[in-house]
């Protein structure tokens, strides 16, 4: 940075005084040059704090601050980085990260970028693992009634460990001690970054193995380890191990670290083993007991079955000589079979002769009495029906009598001699029948006017009717004049001369 001065040293725009020849920076420059000093004097760094104010944007980057008692200083994790992390960090935990010193020019400030976190000794790991305890066991994968029980004795038995450790040497060789079974070794690490995630895929690469399949399904998983500090076996604390172990459908059993090591792993395994040699020991039973056990009941169940046969024979021996010649048995049994068939027959000759005798008297004392029983019902049986027959037809009147003064009201309602009483007329022709139409009247014709209280005869007057001179249409024939005589007076109304009566018209009959 002294390196550059302004153009005109000697000139700093008229101004004189003490700082007159100081150089001028951008705020860009000056910025780059504080970023170039920073980097240059921590390029790389391990920094101990508390994470505080963590922030996980959509982008994949980390944001936080580590704090102790005295200070603050901002780190940033970038996504490709916070991929690969061993440990994550999380708000209120220590941690040791490893890293470098940069400034950030738009805000103004310093911040550390994290290329590596660890936890920070093992208190912190402790509570870490402890928070984490709580958080699985909320969602119920350590729940006892989730546990699966163990085969009796596997074909194939799978271990997820290294395949170069000495772990997979005790397992193999315990299981070659006690009863050889086809075992199938999924190879993980069993420690640092990729751990964890290895071991998750080697518990659901086994449960995705199909039955039957080139590679065969095991009957029991052993995840193992051998022992370490608390880092070391860090990998069986991870979460996505513990869900894999809870998730898997095949028994697994944990055996992590020593009979003092407890990792997360065990609570959501099926069966813990303190060790890895003692997984193989709960894995399968002792063929050689097995094979003694199985001896020992064959001769067991001989000496019971031999018992079993000696008793029979006693107990037949026995009834023989109760018992006597099987021959003389058969003999008596026969004789007193035929002595009860033959009494048999008698007894059923005997009693169907006194059942018919019993019938006989009861039907002939029957008789008399039966038929007097009979006419006395019939008799009570007609009078009941004359009693019913009356009430009906007492019933059937009145409601003949109800229907015929309805009907009555009804056809006095349709009379055409209510028409008349409002003011109408009926006319009818020399015959007697109603004229309904003009066209049915002639010029002369002698009609007769019939009104509610009589009839008053009458004549068609000249030009009137269908039939009159002049061609008049029936309209003006309906104008003709139709006049009583004055000489006539009126006379009381008389009725047409009966006719025959037209077919069945319903009843109903013309209003005329």
């Known amino acids: 940075m002294t390196d550059r001065y302004p153009p005109d040293a000697g000139s700093s725009g008229g101004e004189s005084g003490p700082f007159a020849n100081l150089p001028v920076f951008s705020v860009s420059e000056i910025s780059a040059a504080i970023k170039r000093t920073m980097e240059d004097t921590f390029p790389r760094i391990r920094v101990r704090g508390e994470v505080s104010g963590l922030r996980k944007p959509g982008s994949g980057h980390l944001y936080m601050d580590l704090k102790d008692p005295d200070g603050v200083i901002a780190a940033v994790c970038w996504r490709g980085v916070a991929g690969r992390l ?8 220590e941690i040791i990260v490893t890293g470098r010193i940069t400034t950030y020019g738009p805000a103004s400030k310093y911040q550390l970028v994290i290329e590596d976190v660890e936890l920070a000794g093992e208190g912190a790991l402790l509570k870490l693992i402890e928070e984490r305890r709580k958080k699985l066991a909320a969602e119920g994968l350590f729940a006892d009634e989730a546990k699966q029980p163990l085969p009796f004795l596997p074909d194939v038995i799978g271990v ?62 052993i995840v193992a380890r051998g022992g370490g500090s608390l880092e070391d076996l860090m990998a069986f ?28 792993i065990d609570f959501a395994a099926d069966v813990r083993a303190p060790t890895p040699t003692a997984a193989a020991e709960m894995a399968v039973p002792v063929r050689m007991e097995l094979a003694a056990q199985v001896a020992d009941d064959s001769r067991r169940l001989d000496a019971a079955m031999m018992r079993l046969i000696e008793d029979a024979r006693r107990h037949l021996g026995q009834l023989w000589r109760i018992a006597g010649s099987p ?53 009570e049986r007609i009078k009941g029906l004359a009693r019913q027959l009356q009430r009906e037809g007492a019933r059937v009147l009145s409601d003949g009598d109800r229907r015929l003064e309805r009907l009555g009201a009804l056809l006095a309602s349709y009379s055409y001699e209510n028409v008349l009483a409002r003011g109408f007329a009926v006319i009818r022709g020399e015959d007697g029948r109603a004229l309904m139409r003009a066209a049915d009247t ?25 039939g009159g001179a002049g061609g008049e249409s029936p309209g003006a024939a309906a104008e003709a004049s139709a006049k009583p005589s004055a000489s006539a007076p009126p006379r009381p109304r008389s009725r047409p001369k009966a006719k025959p009566k037209p077919p069945d018209d319903g009843g109903q009959g013309t209003l005329l």
């Open 86 to 93: 061993g440990v994550m960090p999380e708000d209120g935990l």
């Open 160 to 221: 997820v460990t290294s395949p170069t450790g000495a772990v997979i040497r005790d397992i193999l060789h315990r299981l070659a001690d006690r009863f050889p079974r086809h075992v199938v070794i999924w190879p993980v690490l069993v420690q640092g970054k990729d751990a964890a995630r290895q071991v998750a895929a080697g518990i659901a690469g086994f449960n995705a193995l199909a039955e039957g399949g080139p590679i065969a399904r095991p009957d029991v998983i």
């Open 237 to 264: 604390n991870e979460e996505v191990v513990v869900r894999a172990a809870a998730a898997s459908g095949i028994p697994l059993i944990s055996a992590v670290g020593h009979e003092t090591d407890v990792t997360l």
């Open 327 to 379: 021959g003389r048995l058969v003999e008596e049994a026969a004789q007193r079979l035929d002595d009860r068939g033959e009494r048999l027959r008698g007894a059923a000759q005997t009693l169907i002769a006194h059942a018919q005798a019993r019938y006989a008297g009861a039907a002939a004392g029957l008789r008399p009495r039966a038929l007097q029983l009979t006419v006395a019902r019939s008799a």
């Open 442 to 466: 002639r010029a002369g014709m002698g009609i007769e006017i019939g009104f509610a209280d009589g009839a008053v005869p009458a004549t068609i007057g000249e030009g009137a009717g269908g």
